[in-house]
């Protein structure tokens, strides 16, 4: 059963992912082609909910997705099972999240 619920979190996080992939590389390319500074583009991003709720999504939703993914990698070609396996995904979840969140906080928070 668990096995299944995280096949589902994974998928679901993956569809959310798919518009926030491409929407950041839009804002990429848009950025890169009008030659804005880091100053302008801090200057766009500091102080937008918009942002800060795009860039937050974006990251809860890999770190949900990366997790998954990596436990399936460590039971396949590690072998690891039971606690161990559940432990490292919640620390890699959890570690993905904090780093995630400083570099969005540190780009949307004045």
């Known amino acids: 059963m ?5 096949y589902v979190a994974q998928r679901l996080s993956a ?5 926030l992939v491409l929407g950041h590389i839009a804002v990429m390319i848009y950025a890169i082609q009008g030659g804005l500074s880091t100053a302008e583009i801090l200057g766009r991003t500091q102080g937008s ?5 795009f860039y937050g999504t974006f990251v809860i939703a890999v770190s949900v997705h990366a997790a998954i993914g990596l436990r399936v990698i460590a039971h396949e070609w590690g072998g690891l099972r039971g606690r161990v396996l559940d432990w490292l995904m ?8 904090t780093l995630g969140a400083r570099a969005v906080l ?5």
Do not use: H, I, Q, S
């Open 90 to 97: 919640w620390v890699v979840g959890a570690g993905l999240l």
């Open 49 to 53: 909910l918009l942002w800060f709720l």
């Open 2 to 6: 668990l096995d299944l619920r995280l």
């Open 15 to 19: 569809l959310v992912m798919v518009p």
């Open 106 to 110: 540190a780009v949307t928070v004045p």
